[in-house]
């Protein structure tokens, strides 16, 4: 008895042809045709199918060959999912340390602004200017060589996963497409030209 998937209609559902889909899991043609006629594989090519299509592993079935089989997909299925709920509380952990950075530096630039002599204000100015751009570049180096790749590794199951997008399918204002660039030039060049237009340039 073969499994009666659901693959088919969820890929028609996203738009995507059968070539697409293998493109998008690494896998070939033949095996996503196997797939969806309702032969069994590895859990780990039918996570890359759930990944591809945005659906948990046990989503692409209707009905399984054997109990055996299901209990399986199902515990994989709480597993990744519990995964998942765990790495996004250490993500948010990791942006809320970017904020308290971006706050720390806004309250030094206060204290930097109160300072009376125009000399030292300008040396501080510029330690200021320096060390807010060296915590950017520090904090997004570390982010992508070792923050991400520590999460992946504790958390396998997630690896393929995109964390981007709400559950309603909306894009995050921060991860828009548009936004970010406008976020990026803000803090990596507004705000800096701004304490060199002040503190070496004394235009304000």
């Known amino acids: 008895m073969k499994n009666k998937t659901l693959i ?6 996203k738009g995507l042809t059968q070539e697409k889909l293998a493109e998008l899991t690494g896998l070939n ?9 309702g032969e069994d594989a590895s859990l780990e090519t039918l996570r890359s199918i759930a990944v591809a299509l945005d659906v948990e592993v046990i989503e692409l079935f209707e009905s399984v060959s054997s ?12 597993e990744q999912r519990l995964q998942a709920t765990q790495r996004k509380a250490e993500q948010k952990f990791y942006s809320v ?13 206060v204290f930097v602004n109160l300072i009376k002599s ?28 070792w923050w991400e790749i520590r999460l992946i590794k504790k958390y396998p199951l997630t690896s ?3 964390f981007d997008k709400k559950k309603n399918g909306k894009v995050l204002w921060w991860n828009d497409q548009h936004a970010r660039p406008i976020m990026l030039i803000f803090w990596g060049a507004i705000i800096p030209a701004i304490f060199i237009l002040k503190y070496a340039l004394h235009l304000f």
């Not at 043609?29 to 006629?37: A, C, D, H, N, P």
């Not at 055996?68 to 709480?78: G, L, P």
């Open 118 to 145: 125009d000399f030292y204000q300008e040396v501080f100015g510029v330690l200021w200017l320096s060390f807010f751009l060296l915590g950017i570049f520090l904090l997004k180096y570390l982010r992508l060589s």
């Open 67 to 78: 109990k055996e089989r299901m209990d399986e997909i199902e515990s994989f299925s709480v």
């Open 97 to 109: 340390f970017n904020i308290g950075f971006l706050c720390f530096m806004i309250l030094l630039a």
């Open 8 to 13: 088919s209609d969820l890929r028609k559902q």
């Open 160 to 162: 393929d996963i995109s």
């Open 29 to 37: 043609v033949r095996t996503i045709q196997r797939l969806e006629s």
